[in-house]
């Protein structure tokens, strides 16, 4: 939380979650990139799978877009206040069940 940055431009990270009977099974790439001390984004991209009257279809789902950027940080006292905004972009296909078929903009503040 309070380290400095690494030399390290940009992490990679997978991440999946079992799905319902029907959506199936959920991977996704994540790409996470500093910017300085105080900034990261975060750009995502959920490879789906549904199922549809006994059809199966599989693909990229609906595009996640973060940033965040800590706005006051106390090492001594072990607390940080973060803001920022989460996008996910309507790029899967909903007819396939692999998109919501709706933007999102989720802006949020947080404290520990």
Known sequence: ?????????????RTSTSGSREAGPIVATIL???????????FG?????????GAR???AGDIEVAAKHVLAASASRGAIVSG?????????????????????????????
């Open 1 to 13: 939380m309070f380290s400095r940055a690494t030399s390290i431009p940009a992490s990679i990270m």
């Open 32 to 42: 996470v990139r500093r910017i300085g001390r105080r900034t990261q984004i975060e």
């Open 45 to 53: 991209v959920p490879l789906r799978s549904s199922r549809i009257d």
């Open 57 to 59: 279809f599989t693909g």
């Open 84 to 112: 920022g905004l989460e996008v996910v972009l309507p790029t899967g296909n909903e007819s396939r069940g692999l998109g919501h078929g709706t933007a999102v903009f989720e802006p949020y503040l947080a404290g520990g």
